[in-house]
């Protein structure tokens, strides 16, 4: 059973910054992940929040661009989300998604039918 295990969120006030992390534990044998971010506030539907390709390309929801800056180590199969300025409507769980790549290439979408395997989510909360 693949499973991501995010970590690093919390509460924070507005305009104030966190860095959230995954990880997915790879096991005996190394396997490359594709992954991504996703939140869920509630009352609303699932969102994509930022992926990263193949290349190190990052692609970010309009929402959180200019503020939020993903990055991975492809080795240790974890990626890492810097939130930055954030507001109280970036309050949500914040959840990691992971796929294994279609061959050799992950291609950074935020769609969250790209992605097989989730976390159980880390919360952020932001008041104003």
């Known amino acids: 059973q693949v499973q991501p295990v995010e970590s690093g969120g919390g509460s924070v006030e507005a305009g104030g910054s966190l860095r959230l992390s995954c990880v997915v534990p790879s096991g005996f044998i190394y396997r490359r992940y594709c992954m991504a971010w996703f939140r869920q506030a509630p009352g609303k539907e699932r969102e994509g929040v930022a992926g990263?390709?193949?290349?190190?390309?990052?692609s970010y929801a309009d929402s959180v661009r200019g503020r939020f800056t993903t990055s991975q180590d492809i080795a240790k199969n974890t990626l890492h989300l810097q939130m930055n300025s954030l507001k109280p409507e970036d309050t949500a769980m914040y959840y990691c998604a992971a796929v294994l790549p279609f061959g050799v290439y992950c291609s950074g979408g935020i769609s969250e039918y790209e992605y097989r395997y989730w976390g159980q989510g880390t919360q952020v909360t932001v008041s104003s």
């Open positions: 990263i390709d193949s290349d190190g390309r990052p």
